[in-house]
Structure formats: C-alpha cells, structure tokens
C-alpha cells in the first residue's frame, strides 16, 4: 500500500512547482512625487524713499551704468572730486547726522599742499583742452559736481557714507591719496547708483507696456510715365444720331 502512494506524491510536487513557476513577479507601485504650489510672485518694487512721480534719473552708458561726475578722471580730478563732495557733506550734513563738518577741517588743514597741487593741476588740464570758454567749462563742471552730491532725495544715506569717509581720510597719506580718492567716490557714489537703480525699477514696472508700432518697410515707387492726354472731342468729330423714325 505504501508502494501505491508514491506516485500520488510526485505528482503532487510536480503540480506544486509548476504552479510556482507560473507566478507574476510583483512590481512595485509608481513613486509618489510630491507636487508643491508655484513661489508667490515677488512684489512689486517700491519707490525708493524721497522718489516722486517724474523724478530723471541721469542716463545710463552702454554697460548699464549711470553717468555720474566721475568717470574718466585724471588723478587730480579724482582728489578735487573728493574735496568737493566731502565739502557738500560738510555744509549739508548737520540736519541729517552731522558728524562730517570737524573731520573735513581736520583733513584740508593736514594736507593743504596735496589738495592745493591737486587743484591747480586739475585746472591746468582744463587749460590744456585749448578750448576758448575752458574755463567755463570748468566751472560748469563744478556745479554739476555739487548739484549732484547736494539731492535732498539722497542726503541721508549720502551723509552716512560722508561720516564713513571722513573717518579715514585724514590719515591717507599725500602720496596715496589719488588712489584712495578713486574708491572714496565709488563709495560715496553708491546711495545715488542704489536710488536711481531703485527708481527705474518702480518705474519700468508700473509703465504702460505699450508695444512699438510695427516697422512697415517703405519702398520709394518707381516714376510712372506719364501718357498723353487724349484729344477733347469736338462738334466736328462727333458721330451724328440717327433718327429712328418720323421725317428728318
């Protein structure tokens, strides 16, 4: 009897393993990837304080960057510049922190003769342009200067940066004070460029985007001879009406 049971086994395991070979593998679900809402779009920019409605910023070189008294300057023109706002600073200053008017003294009493050399060659390069109202020109030059750094717009943050200045200054010696003068004004320069990159900014953005006309090509059109005037017709050349009916 135990003989007649052992087929019954093997088949049994045959049918076992081949059912195990017909079994899907198992294939894990999709990833879950997590969706999250877009950044909120960034506010819109600001007027920068003291800016109003038709307030001009100076016009802008090809790099981008704005026109300001100084670029393009001579050694002695950077060390006058220097004077020059630093001297704004001193005048203007008392009703936005002061801390300016004391160190400016201090600093033109050291150093008379570097600031007188650095005057009198800044007005001889003038001279050298031959041109006949250079001295005009000059002159026209220093009030821009002063205009530029005497903004009511910009006067507080300009003091603060005049307060940074003066602090230091004083202890640059002559020989150096050219290179020092170069960066000084970049420094002093910075809450204008700020400003005025502020404003265009409120100002781009708030501007009626109005697209150009569109650019129609105009192709001057080719003279067009002119035929000859046909003849008049005259009573003589007429063709005569010939009566449909009744007596001529």
């Known amino acids: 009897m135990a003989i007649r049971g052992l087929p019954v086994v093997s088949v049994t395991i045959g049918l076992a393993a081949s059912l195990a070979g017909c079994t899907q ?29 038709d307030y001009q910023t100076p016009a802008q070189r090809s790099d981008g960057s704005y026109v300001t008294p100084n670029f393009e300057m001579t050694n002695a023109a950077a060390v006058w510049h ?3 706002a630093l001297n704004v600073a001193a005048l203007a200053c008392d009703q936005a922190g002061g801390g300016v008017l004391e160190g400016y003294n201090a600093w033109i009493k050291a150093h008379p003769a570097a600031l007188d050399a650095a005057a009198q060659q800044y ?12 001295r005009d020109a000059y002159e026209a030059q220093q009030t821009r200067l002063y205009n530029f750094y005497s903004q009511q717009t910009i006067r507080v943050a300009f003091c603060a940066a005049a307060r940074n200045e003066i602090g ?11 290179a020092y003068a170069r960066a000084a004004l970049k420094r002093l320069d910075k809450p204008f460029i700020d400003f005025y990159t502020a404003f265009d900014a409120w100002r781009d953005y708030y501007a009626p985007k109005v697209p150009p ?7 001057p059109e080719e003279p ?25």
């Open 25 to 53: 593998p198992q294939v894990p679900p999709p990833a879950v990837v997590a969706t999250l809402p877009p950044p909120p779009a960034p506010p819109p920019p600001a007027m920068p304080e003291g800016g109003y409605r």
């Open 82 to 84: 220097l004077r020059g």
């Open 123 to 134: 007005l001889h390069e003038w001279e050298e342009t031959g041109w006949g109202d250079w």
């Open 168 to 178: 230091t200054v004083a202890t640059v010696a002559d020989a150096d004070l050219p």
């Open 213 to 219: 006309p569109k650019f129609v090509a105009t192709i």
């Open 224 to 248: 067009v001879e002119a035929s000859a005037p046909s003849a008049p017709v005259t009573s003589a050349q007429s063709v005569p009406v010939v009566p449909t009916g009744g007596t001529p």
